[in-house]
Each structure stands twice: as structure tokens, then as C-alpha cells.
């Protein structure tokens, strides 16, 4: 018998459109209620829905405290949400129709294949599983480590629950901490440390690059994009960690407290962080103003197509800066590693940057009007902005501090962050027609 997980006649962007609203929706109601609260008080239905938008876009920024304003049930429902949200909805939809031994529609495939960015419809149910054992695989170890290493400061069982929860936080590039100052009394802890940037990095290169290295297990025969997706993330994590470590060694804020080997472990932490985690071992608003100008750089590139992590993607941005090369160079078509780039992905990489700025700028620019009372100045603005669109988490001390609108505005940020902008684009565009005119072609002057 065959079976559709999501009966409708709507097209695949406006479906997930529809059900990563409705998730983060019953996120907020039972976010909402007394019992996911620390004080048994209901902590309003706003910031349930920011909360609850945080958690399913795997954001991280937080109105409130995650360990001392939720009970264990708020935090609970906040992990299961981090969990949807990093994987997707229709991911766990697949899997459940597979293990009831039920045979996925083309409709549902259609789904998968824009949720996880796959290239084709071909093997996207396996691809589905693959990211279950993959996720739980590297969380139940992670949180192994994690355990052992804080059995002894916290006792095994508090330490299970506070590895587990880190652990699938960092993994879905969430960045929600059960601690006010996140991970900043690990900032010298070599465990914690490596263990949750490699849940990060990982998490960050994409499911589909995952399966190539497994599969493959050889460079050379690595798919273009699983080959572009390393690279490029190995430059900008590289990038990161030498800009932020020679800046921030002449900032005594962020710095000056520490030892060479903790400067040398903060560096490392916050140049991969930004790449839509979220953690931070350092005061990030204490951060000298070109390492926040860098680390917003990072947070807009973000992490990979097909990943739990947001921003413009890696890929995106190593087909923009190959296009740039080849205008320079004067070269009629774009290449990338000896193969050559189909004029139709030039283009959607233009339209997801030129999108993603007109909404960080818009949001930036409605933040200064809602929040001016605040008195903030442009660049902790545009900080928030970037990170709610990246759905990375940092923050300079805003998000606590937001007005009423200011929330909506940061919510509608990270939604349309989470999706893409393209994924709105093309929900709102009516059904393409094939135009049987040609106009004649001609020329506008450019530079």
C-alpha cells in the first residue's frame, strides 16, 4: 500500500512552509503552558513563540534562560523541537510511514528532496534513514563524552541529561545552553571543546556530503559539492580562528584573563561557532568591533546546503566568489575544481545573496525603529539581525531586552532564515509559463 505522509495538493516550498509553522505553533502551546515553566507560571504566549521559533529554526537566541526559566518538561520540549527542526519535519514523517512498512509517494519523495536539499528524487528515502542513524549515532556518542566528563563535577545522572541536551543542541546547530553564560567556563576545556565543535562542524557540512565521505571515502572521487562544502569551510573556519585570535589577544575584555593554550581554544570555538551554532566561551558583546564585523561575516555565510545549519551557505558563497574570479578574469563560464557551473545555479546563488541581504537589512533597519528606546547602537542592530537570519544565536545583549514588535521581528527573521529565502521566493511565485516571445537583445552599461 502506498501512502502519502502529507496529503495536499500544495507544492513542496509551501508545504514546508505550512508544516514548520505548524510545528513550532504546537512548539508554543506547550511551551505555553504552566507545567514548562520553572515557577509553574505560564511565561506568555509571545515569548512561547519565540522560544518555540528558536528551537524548530535551530537558532538558539532566547528571551529567557533555558535552565533556570523552563522545568525539565519546557527543556524537554525544547530538545524535541531543536531535534524536528534541525532534520526536518518530513523526515521524521518518512520514517515513521517506513516503519509501519508503508511504500513513500512521489509527492512525499518531492518533499524530501527539497527538504534535504537533494539533487534527485532518486535514493531520498535512503538518504532519510541515513540522517537518522547518523544524527543519533554521533549524539549518543558525543554524549557519552560529555557524560564522563561532567560525572564528576555534576553527578552521572545530571551529567547524562546536560550531555544529551548539549549534545543535540550542538549537533542541530541550535546553540541553546543549560547555563546563563553557555560554554564560557569550558573556554579551556580541550573535551567540551573539540566535542562540541566536531558535532558543529559536522552537523554543518550536510547530510548528503556525510553520506558522499562515507560512501566514497576518497577525495577524488567525492562529488563536486561535498568537495566545494570542505573547503570552503575549511577556509572560513581557518579564516576565523586568525582573525579572532590575533585581534581579540590585544582585547583585555575577552582575552586578557586567559592563558595562551585558552586564547588558542576560544579562537578555534568562536570561528566555528558562528557557523550557525551559536555557543560562545567568550563575552561575544565584549569583542572588539572588526572581530563582530568578521563574526558576522561568518554567521551570513553560515553553514552548508542541506545541513541543520542557516545563512547563505558555503556553497553559495564559493559560487559567488568563482563567478567574481571569472568576471575578472574575463572567462565566459564559471568553473569550480576543473568542471564547469550551470548558468542556472549562478543565478540562484545571486538571488539567495541578494535576497538574504534585503532581509537583513530590512530586519536591521525595523529593529532600529522598534527598539530605539533601547538605545542600541547599529552594529549590535545588525548583529541580531544577521544572527536571527542565520540562525546562529549569538547575541550582543538584544534579545533579552526586545520589545513586543522586536520579537515578531526576530521570529519572522529566523523562519524565513531557516527556510531560505529562495524556499519563500518560489512559494509565492505563481506557476512558471513558457514565454513564446523572444525580445531582441541588448545592452546596459555596468561598473
Wanted: include cysteine.
Amino acid at each position: 500500500m502506498r501512502v502519502r505522509v502529507f496529503n495536499n495538493d500544495l507544492s513542496p516550498h509551501r508545504t514546508m512552509i505550512f508544516g514548520f509553522a505548524a510545528v513550532i505553533l504546537i512548539g508554543a502551546v506547550l511551551l505555553a503552558l504552566p507545567i514548562a515553566s520553572a515557577n509553574s507560571r505560564s511565561i506568555g504566549w509571545l515569548d512561547a513563540l519565540f522560544t518555540a521559533t528558536s528551537a524548530v529554526c535551530v537558532t538558539g537566541l532566547g528571551v529567557l534562560d533555558t535552565g533556570s526559566d523552563f522545568s525539565l518538561f519546557g527543556q524537554l520540549v525544547i530538545m524535541l523541537l531543536i531535534q524536528i527542526g534541525g532534520l526536518g519535519f518530513m523526515t521524521f514523517g518518512v520514517i515513521f510511514a517506513v516503519m509501519l512498512g508503508k511504500k513513500i509517494s512521489l509527492k512525499d519523495r518531492m518533499l524530501v528532496r527539497e527538504s534535504t536539499k537533494s539533487i534527485s528524487l532518486k535514493g531520498v528515502v535512503r538518504l532519510t534513514i541515513a540522517i537518522i542513524v547518523i544524527t543519533f549515532s554521533l549524539e549518543l556518542i558525543a554524549a557519552a563524552i560529555l557524560t564522563l566528563r561532567w560525572a564528576g563535577e555534576f553527578g552521572w545522572q545530571k551529567a547524562a541529561y546536560q550531555a544529551v541536551f548539549h549534545s543535540v543542541s550542538a549537533f542541530n546547530s541550535a546553540g541553546f545552553s543549560l547555563w546563563p553564560d553557555s560554554l564560557s567556563r569550558y573556554v579551556g576545556d580541550p573535551v567540551v571543546n573539540l566535542t562540541i565543535c566536531a558535532l558543529i562542524i559536522i552537523g554543518g557540512l550536510g547530510f548528503t556530503v556525510l553520506v558522499d565521505i562515507y560512501e566514497k571515502r576518497n577525495w577524488r572521487r567525492l562529488a563536486l559539492h561535498s568537495k566545494v562544502v570542505i573547503l570552503t569551510s575549511f577556509i572560513l573556519t581557518l579564516s576565523g580562528f586568525l582573525v579572532i585570535f590575533i585581534l581579540e589577544s590585544f582585547n583585555p575584555q575577552t582575552f586578557g584573563h586567559l592563558s595562551p593554550a585558552e586564547r588558542l581554544w576560544a579562537a578555534f570555538f568562536q570561528s566555528v561557532s558562528p557557523r550557525t551554532a551559536g555557543f560562545n566561551t567568550i563575552d561575544t558583546g565584549a569583542m572588539m568591533s572588526t572581530s563582530l564585523l568578521f563574526t558576522i561575516f561568518l554567521m551570513f555565510v553560515g553553514a552548508s546546503t542541506g545541513s541543520t545549519g542557516g545563512g547563505i551557505k558555503t556553497n553559495t558563497f564559493a559560487v559567488l566568489i568563482m563567478t567574481l574570479k571569472s568576471v575578472v578574469k574575463g572567462q565566459e563560464e564559471v568553473t569550480v575544481l576543473k568542471r564547469r557551473i550551470n548558468e542556472n545555479i549562478v543565478f540562484q546563488a545571486l538571488a539567495v545573496i541578494i535576497l538574504s541581504c534585503g532581509i537583513v537589512l530590512l530586519a536591521s533597519l525595523l529593529l532600529t525603529i522598534t527598539e530605539s528606546t533601547a538605545h542600541h547602537d547599529f552594529l549590535e542592530i545588525l548583529f541580531e539581525a544577521t544572527s536571527a537570519f542565520g540562525t546562529v544565536g549569538l547575541s550582543m545583549g538584544v534579545t533579552s531586552g526586545l520589545s513586543p514588535l522586536g520579537k515578531l521581528i526576530v521570529i519572522a527573521t529566523m523562519f524565513i532564515g531557516r527556510l531560505g529565502p529562495l524556499t519563500f521566493a518560489f512559494a509565492l511565485a505563481l506557476k512558471p509559463t513558457k514565454s513564446k516571445i523572444r525580445y531582441p537583445e541588448d545592452k546596459i552599461l555596468i561598473g
